[in-house]
């Protein structure tokens, strides 16, 4: 059974917010939140993560609920270069359990 | 910056040959992982290594071995290839620390055609 659920796509204008929602209702205190993105014909790349607080850094912020059942990434102002496939991971000690993505459009 | 190679970008095998596919990275990280790319299914780890010689099952091993001669290459090995291992298969590294907040860095991916 997967550990995370996203949608399978979304889309979003130009220079707007993108929020991308995760659930991971199985996580147990330990397991940290991590986000990764896969641009075209990459490997995916380190975006964000959090255990409990919600983050912030130059990419991104991470919203994370208070039960941890859930959490949101924020992209504050999208561009065409954010175009991506977006993925919440459960990491489980050395282990990354990835979902299936969400596909970001980002419309001009 | 990390830097993780993989041998090939694409590669093309016939049903039973023995496939290797390679990967490198240059930051002295301890871990490393390969994974499998299907579409719907998203990242399956197939093994790890947390050190030379030593290697853990990820979650779908079977079909595949692997190989850890040194800390900086890490090898994928089908013995015998079948037309269900045909997809996208991505190397990954991480600094090794306990309970960390390890970041992978990973390569560009190989996309293995079986034939």
């Known amino acids: 059974d997967a550990k995370t659920t996203q949608p399978n796509s979304m889309e979003s204008n130009e220079e707007e917010p993108v929020h991308l929602p995760c659930n991971h209702s199985?996580?147990?205190?330990?397991?940290?939140i991590h986000w990764y993105r896969q641009l075209p014909s990459q490997g995916p790349e380190y975006v964000i993560h959090?255990?409990?607080s919600n983050v912030n850094n130059r990419m991104a912020s991470l919203a994370i609920a208070e039960d941890r059942k859930s959490s949101t990434l924020i992209l504050h102002r999208a561009t065409l270069r954010d175009a991506a496939v977006y993925y919440c991971?459960?990491?489980?000690?050395?282990?990354?359990?990835f979902g299936t993505g969400t596909s970001l459009t980002v419309i001009p | 910056d990390v830097k993780v190679t993989q041998s090939s970008r694409y590669l093309v095998k016939r049903t039973g040959e023995k496939v290797f596919l390679e990967c490198v990275q240059d930051?002295?990280?301890?871990?490393m992982f390969w994974y499998r790319q299907d579409p719907g299914l998203g990242l399956r780890l197939i093994y790890f290594?947390?050190?030379?010689?030593?290697?853990e099952k990820g979650d779908i091993p079977e079909g595949y071995s692997v190989s850890r001669e040194k800390k900086e290459r890490f090898s994928l090995i089908l013995e015998s290839a079948s037309t269900n291992q045909t997809s996208m298969y991505l190397c990954?590294?991480?600094?090794?620390?306990?309970?960390?907040?390890?970041?992978?860095?990973f390569g560009p991916g190989t996309r293995l055609t079986v034939l």
């Open positions: 991971i459960l990491k489980v000690g050395y282990q990354f359990y």
């Open positions: 290594s947390y050190d030379v010689k030593m290697k």
């Open positions: 199985t996580i147990s205190g330990t397991d940290y």
């Open positions: 959090g255990l409990t």
């Open positions: 990954a590294s991480s600094l090794r620390t306990v309970w960390s907040t390890d970041t992978q860095y």
């Open positions: 930051m002295d990280h301890e871990n």
